[in-house]
């Protein structure tokens, strides 16, 4: 699992994005994708691609650090997660 770190505004929505397309084979694709969202976030939106995940997130008490994970399965069958950490910051 691959942790990055990242800080939104409270009232903000924003998007962030999981680039699977490196650890992804030759021709494999994703086939589904689940966002998680730390209670206290709120999940707007998600969508994936072939070889990539999106999730719009909002809300947050600043101070507060949440995770989001996206769990893919994909055509060849494999399963994995990866998550975020975004800390809420009044900016």
């Given at each position: 699992m691959t942790t990055s770190t990242w800080e939104k505004d409270p009232d903000a929505t924003l998007d962030w994005v999981w680039d699977w397309s490196d650890?992804?084979?030759p021709?494999?694709?994703i086939t589904t994708s689940t966002m998680t969202v730390?209670?206290?976030l709120t999940l707007n939106s998600d969508a994936h691609s072939a070889t990539s995940a999106t999730a719009w997130v909002s809300g947050g008490t600043p101070g507060t650090p949440y995770q989001v994970t996206n769990r893919i399965i994909t055509s060849a069958g494999r399963i994995d997660d990866r998550?975020?950490?975004i800390r809420v910051k009044n900016r």
């Open positions: 650890w992804l084979e021709g494999e694709t730390s209670a206290g998550s975020i950490t």
